[in-house]
C-alpha cells in the first residue's frame, strides 16, 4: 500500500515538471544579452520599440492630463457668476 | 566606452520619478474635481498614469537586476535597508489607526452610552470568519516560508507549489473580508466604531491586496528563471511585507474583533 502511495506521489511530480518545462523556458540569458548591449541606451528604453510606444504614452496621458488638471484648477477659482 | 570601476549603481537617468510625481497630482485634484464637481476624468488619468509609472518603474529595476547584473552585495544590502525603512513607515502608518481605536474604545465617552462596543452596534463574532481569517494569513506565513526554503534548496517544483498556495490563502482572506464587509449592520458612518473598525481593517485589506500583487510578481518572476538560490531579494521583500501584513492583522484581531467585542 505504501509503496502505492510513493509512485503515485512520482507520478504527481513528474507530470507537473513536465508540464512546467512545456510552458516556460530559461530566456534570462538572452535578456542578458540584449540589455548589457554597449549602445548608450538608457534602461526604460533598452528593451525594444514597445518601450517607447509605452514611454510616449505614459508621457503624454502625464503631461496632458495635468494641463487639464490646472485648466480645471483655473475654471474653479472663477466661478461664473448667474444673473 | 569607460566602465564603472566600483560595486555601486549609478542609475541611467529616468521620466518615471517625475511621471510619478505628475499622477500623485492628478489623482489628488482628481478626488477634488470628483468629491465637489462630480467628474471622473482627471482621477481615472491619475490611476492610469500612476499605474503606468509603477509597471514601468518595477520593470526597469528588474531589468537593471536580473538582466544587467547592477545589484551586486553592496547594492542589495541598501535595497534591505529601503524595504526595512519602507516597512518601518507603514508601522507607523497604522500605529496611528490603533491609537485612535484605544483612544476613544479605553474611555467611551457619554454619547456612545459609556461602553464598548457602543450602544446600538452589534460586533462582528469573533470566533466566525475573524478567525478563519487569522488562520488563513497564519497558514500563508507557513505556506510563504516553504517557498522560501525551496528556493534556497534548489526545489523548483516546491517553490512553485508553495509561492501559489500563498497567494491563494492571500485571496481567500479578500474575499471573505470583502464577504464580511456585507454582513456587517453597521456602516463606517456608526459613530465612532463604525470609523475606527473601516478605516483600520479597510487600510490592513488593502494591503493585502498590495502584498498578493507583489507575490504574484513574484510568481511571474519564478517562472520566468529570474531567482536563484543564492539571490532573489525580490522575493525575500515580498515576503517580509507579507510577514508584516499578517502580523497587523494579528494586532487587528485581538484589539478590534476580540477585546473591542
Known amino acids: 500500500m505504501l509503496r502505492n502511495l510513493l509512485a503515485l506521489r512520482q507520478v504527481t511530480q513528474r507530470t507537473i515538471s513536465t508540464t512546467s518545462r512545456r510552458h516556460f523556458e ?12 554597449d549602445n548608450g541606451i538608457p534602461v526604460h528604453l533598452k528593451g525594444g520599440a514597445s518601450d517607447a510606444l509605452l514611454y510616449r504614452l505614459t508621457m503624454s496621458l502625464t503631461l496632458g492630463g495635468t494641463v487639464y488638471a490646472i485648466y480645471q484648477l483655473a475654471m474653479a477659482s472663477f466661478p461664473k457668476k448667474q444673473n | 566606452m569607460t566602465h564603472q570601476t566600483h560595486a555601486y549603481h549609478m542609475v541611467n537617468p529616468s521620466p518615471w520619478p517625475l511621471t510619478g510625481a505628475f499622477s500623485a497630482l492628478l489623482l489628488t485634484s482628481g478626488l477634488v474635481m470628483w468629491f465637489h464637481y462630480n467628474s471622473f476624468t482627471i482621477l481615472y488619468i491619475g490611476l492610469l498614469t500612476n499605474m503606468l509609472t509603477m509597471y514601468q518603474w518595477w520593470r526597469d529595476i528588474v531589468r537593471e537586476g536580473t538582466y544587467q547584473g547592477h545589484h551586486t552585495p553592496i547594492v542589495q544590502k541598501g535595497l534591505r535597508y529601503g524595504m526595512i525603512l519602507f516597512i518601518v513607515s507603514e508601522i507607523f502608518f497604522f500605529a496611528g489607526f490603533f491609537w485612535a481605536f484605544y483612544h476613544s474604545s479605553l474611555v467611551p465617552t457619554h454619547d456612545l452610552g459609556g461602553c464598548w462596543p457602543p450602544t446600538g452596534i452589534t460586533p462582528l ?10 488562520s488563513v494569513l497564519l497558514a500563508s506565513g507557513v505556506s510563504i516560508t516553504w517557498a522560501h526554503h525551496s528556493l534556497m534548496e534548489g526545489k523548483r517544483n516546491s517553490m512553485n507549489q508553495a509561492l501559489l498556495i500563498t497567494i491563494i490563502l492571500g485571496v481567500y482572506f479578500t474575499a471573505l473580508q470583502t464577504s ?3 454582513e456587517t449592520s453597521f456602516s463606517i458612518s456608526d459613530g465612532i466604531y463604525g470609523s475606527t473598525f473601516f478605516m483600520a481593517t ?3 485589506g488593502l494591503h493585502v491586496i498590495i502584498g498578493t500583487s507583489f507575490l504574484t510578481v513574484c510568481l511571474l518572476r519564478q517562472f520566468k528563471f529570474h531567482f536563484t538560490s543564492k539571490h532573489h531579494f525580490g522575493f525575500e521583500a515580498a515576503a517580509w511585507y507579507w510577514h508584516f501584513v499578517d502580523v497587523v492583522w494579528l494586532f487587528l484581531y485581538v484589539s478590534i474583533y476580540w477585546w473591542g467585542s
Open chain 2, 202 to 204: 479597510g487600510f490592513h
Open chain 2, 125 to 134: 463574532n469573533p470566533l466566525e470568519v475573524p478567525l478563519l481569517n487569522t
Open chain 2, 180 to 182: 464580511e464587509y456585507l
Open chain 1, 26 to 37: 530559461n530566456k534570462v540569458p538572452e535578456k542578458q544579452k540584449l540589455f548589457q548591449e
